[in-house]
């Protein structure tokens, strides 16, 4: 008996017509005990947990055209990644946020596994165009939008005639370009401000990428992976993907809101679907960000959740080899809370420290962060570089925010707003340097009289 003979398939697709996504799935599986290397069946189950995904959250969180971008730039992402945020409250297990959380936690676990269906469905067929158009889509709503871009094109690729996929394939990569121009484009090492040594060591991690042959001519094994470790605010993550960029590797991040599940086995499921998704599409980095939160030391005890995740996670990097060409990156400002076992040959055993940035390299990001903007005569970048020792990159960033919100206060008056400057002035930054600090206070003053 072939698919399209059999009463459970059929009756899923009846079910799928009249919306119970619920039913269709469950019969949609009972087929699958005997069709187990159907590509089109695994496609359909993929498409049943999408739809009834996609009926679990409000209207108005819903894409409108599958092939055309959201009306709001970064609304897939807020889905995918802002609102894991409430996932933390339904894993704790606190009622009254778990009841206002059930079609979060829903639409989380339904994308997901339908992005396992229709990985299953391109396992079995990598030909099989329509499996790679629905995975773009739900990944989409994952917030991974990078990855959907891929899966996109790949099926544009593959059915170059078809208006659909070459519309979901060109919306995706536009919506992709305006952030990154929101973002601030991509970045290369000549715009990474970093002390000499540290970029040197990080362009050696480039070369070992894109040249692993090196490594065998010298008969040594490359290093699997790179742990990041500094201050908060220092640049970690754009590090990890001008590395990515400048090496010519795909880039794949996850958070620890992105892995964990409150379902048994879910979390671990999640790792393996990353590092499944690199290795396909290697040469790639795996970056994964707040490392300590994600793979803390392990306590012991087979119910302790997070020590499956970590215990996943080794089992990952233990099974790379070179051919597979996939590099993990982490990064952390807590490398105490690691679990050691990461950080020795094989894991992560290449340590590159980002230290906070010292007078030269503030000074370039005062010049960085205030080049779009208007400032006067009267503001002394040089001096401001010298009061404040220990900032962060992000901090000096936060800091010309401030004195920009201090200038639109100044200019909300209307009866001097006439008579003001339309400019960011040193009374601008005076405000910001007070209103504004980080953890680590700096010692309040003056800033111009060091000018």
């Given at each position: 008996?072939?698919?399209?003979?059999?009463?459970?398939?059929?009756?899923?697709?009846?079910?799928?017509?009249?919306?119970?996504?619920?039913?269709?799935?469950?019969?949609?599986?009972?087929?699958?005990?005997?069709?187990?290397?159907?590509?089109?069946?695994?496609?359909?189950?993929?498409?049943?947990?999408?739809?009834?995904?996609?009926?679990?959250?409000?209207?108005?969180?819903?894409?409108?055209?599958?092939?055309?971008?959201?009306?709001?730039?970064?609304?897939?992402?807020?889905?995918?990644?802002?609102?894991?945020?409430?996932?933390?409250?339904?894993?704790?297990?606190?009622?009254?946020?778990?009841?206002?959380?059930?079609?979060?936690?829903?639409?989380?676990?339904?994308?997901?596994?339908?992005?396992?269906?229709?990985?299953?469905?391109?396992?079995?067929?990598?030909?099989?165009?329509?499996?790679?158009?629905?995975?773009?889509?739900?990944?989409?709503?994952?917030?991974?939008?990078?990855?959907?871009?891929?899966?996109?094109?790949?099926?544009?690729?593959?059915?170059?005639?078809?208006?659909?996929?070459?519309?979901?394939?060109?919306?995706?990569?536009?919506?992709?370009?305006?952030?990154?121009?929101?973002?601030?484009?991509?970045?290369?090492?000549?715009?990474?401000?970093?002390?000499?040594?540290?970029?040197?060591?990080?362009?050696?991690?480039?070369?070992?990428?894109?040249?692993?042959?090196?490594?065998?001519?010298?008969?040594?094994?490359?290093?699997?992976?790179?742990?990041?470790?500094?201050?908060?605010?220092?640049?970690?993550?754009?590090?990890?993907?001008?590395?990515?960029?400048?090496?010519k590797c795909r880039f794949f991040s996850t958070t620890p809101a992105e892995i964990n599940s409150m379902w048994l086995g879910e979390s671990e499921k999640q790792v393996a679907r990353l590092f499944s998704q690199a290795r396909a599409n290697a040469p790639s980095i795996v970056f994964l960000d707040e490392i300590?939160?994600?793979?803390?030391?392990?306590?012991?005890?087979?119910?302790?959740?997070?020590?499956?995740?970590?215990?996943?996670?080794?089992?990952?990097?233990?099974?790379?080899?070179?051919?597979?060409r996939v590099f993990v990156v982490g990064a952390t400002n807590r490398k105490d809370m690691l679990d050691p076992a990461l950080l020795r040959g094989g894991r992560l055993s290449r340590e590159i420290e980002i230290p906070l940035p010292d007078f030269n390299a503030r000074r370039a990001l005062f010049v960085l962060?205030?080049?779009?903007?208007?400032?006067?005569?009267?503001?002394?970048?040089?001096?401001?570089?010298?009061?404040?020792?220990?900032?962060?990159?992000?901090?000096?960033k936060a800091l010309v925010n401030e004195a920009g919100l201090q200038a639109l206060i100044r200019l909300s008056n209307g009866a001097i707003a006439e008579h003001s400057s339309r400019r960011l002035t040193a009374a601008d930054f005076d405000e910001a340097l007070i209103n504004f600090k980080p953890q680590d206070?700096?010692?309040?003053?003056?800033?111009?009289?060091?000018?």
């Open positions: 008996m072939d698919l399209l003979s059999d009463s459970n398939f059929q009756t899923g697709l009846q079910r799928s017509l009249e919306g119970d996504h619920s039913g269709a799935i469950l019969a949609f599986e009972i087929a699958a005990n005997r069709f187990a290397d159907s590509a089109e069946l695994h496609y359909e189950i993929g498409l049943a947990y999408q739809r009834r995904a996609e009926t679990s959250m409000p209207a108005a969180l819903r894409l409108n055209d599958p092939g055309t971008e959201l009306p709001t730039a970064g609304l897939a992402s807020s889905v995918g990644g802002v609102l894991n945020a409430f996932l933390g409250l339904a894993v704790v297990g606190a009622s009254k946020a778990v009841g206002q959380t059930d079609w979060i936690v829903q639409y989380r676990d339904d994308f997901r596994s339908s992005a396992a269906a229709f990985e299953r469905s391109i396992a079995i067929d990598p030909d099989y165009a329509p499996a790679y158009y629905a995975l773009a889509h739900s990944l989409r709503y994952l917030g991974q939008n990078e990855t959907a871009a891929q899966q996109a094109s790949k099926a544009a690729q593959l059915v170059p005639g078809n208006r659909h996929y070459q519309s979901r394939s060109q919306a995706i990569d536009a919506g992709r370009s305006a952030r990154e121009v929101a973002g601030g484009a991509v970045l290369t090492w000549n715009d990474v401000i970093l002390p000499e040594r540290t970029k040197r060591e990080l362009k050696q991690m480039q070369l070992l990428l894109e040249q692993p042959g090196l490594s065998r001519e010298l008969g040594i094994d490359p290093p699997t992976g790179l742990l990041l470790y500094g201050p908060p605010g220092t640049g970690k993550t754009t590090i990890a993907r001008v590395l990515a960029h400048e090496s300590d939160a994600l793979l803390p030391s392990r306590s012991g005890g087979i119910n302790m959740y997070s020590d499956k995740v970590v215990n996943q996670f080794l089992h990952e990097m233990d099974g790379m080899t070179r051919n597979f962060a205030t080049r779009n903007a208007r400032i006067d005569d009267d503001v002394d970048l040089n001096s401001l570089a010298q009061l404040t020792d220990r900032y962060s990159g992000a901090n000096i206070d700096p010692p309040p003053g003056n800033w111009r009289m060091f000018g």
